[in-house]
């Protein structure tokens, strides 16, 4: 949610390659947002930034870690009013899920040290336990489940909830922990970082005067 909506591609450009990071030279990994699929643009943005696999959701690997990068996709309906019957993410989450199932099967995720999950909308069995609303579509059931059954991620990072947080298992059902990040004004946006190590990940939730106000260690399984 890097946009409210993609109107054009300089907007786009400034908002997504122009955040911030405390003048510390950051390599950026994209996960698509819902907003980042309203606005007159939004079928545009894959001509503009789309990963090199020609897919919002991909996988990369860093040193001793595999990360997948998973598309949410919208927090409405198919058929809501607000898409004109112009979007169809049943079918795309189901590409998506067999493509996940097949990624939580490859060797290269199997052997990897540590599994990361980048999402953007939180997966959470139970958003009635934290929020009163829903957020995810039945849409996103078929990769929602293989999230869930997936006992080995050791981590997954998502935003949406316009929060900095860290959720432990015992506060979500999860079998691993979720990270959310961001804000919707400048005193409460906050950023998570993750430090690997040998013996575990180091979370903390960093505020916008860059004090940590979170923390929580995970030790290596």
């Known amino acids: ?15 997504i390659f122009g955040l911030p990071t405390g003048e510390v030279d950051l390599p950026r990994v994209f996960a698509r947002g819902n907003h980042e699929t309203r606005g ?24 001793n870690a595999f990360f997948v990068v998973l598309d949410s996709g919208e927090d409405k309906p198919d058929s809501h009013v607000e898409y004109a019957e112009l979007i169809n993410f049943s ?5 998506q899920a067999i493509w996940l199932a097949n990624v939580f099967e490859s060797p290269e995720y199997q ?32 990769v929602l489940t293989l999230l869930h059954e997936q006992e080995d991620i ?13 959720w432990l298992p015992q506060e979500t059902g999860l079998p691993y922990p979720v990270t959310t990040c961001g804000g919707p004004l400048g005193v409460d946006t906050a950023a998570v970082t993750a430090q690997l190590t040998d013996t575990g990940i180091q979370l903390d939730v960093i505020d916008i005067l860059g004090h940590t106000v979170e923390s929580a260690w995970l030790p290596a399984k």
């Open 40 to 63: 007159a643009n939004a079928r545009n943005l894959s001509d503009w930034m789309l990963p090199a696999g020609g897919k919002w959701y991909y996988t990369f690997e860093s040193s």
């Open 111 to 142: 052997n990897a040290d540590y599994q990361i999950v980048l999402v953007h909308i939180p997966p959470f069995e139970d958003y009635s336990v934290i929020f009163p609303e829903d957020f995810l579509t039945d849409a996103f059931d078929p």
């Open 154 to 166: 050791d981590l997954v990072m998502s935003g949406h909830l316009h929060r900095g947080d860290i």
């Open 1 to 15: 949610d890097l946009v409210n909506h993609v109107d054009d591609a300089k907007q786009a450009a400034e908002a």
């Open 91 to 95: 079918e795309y989450h189901q590409d």
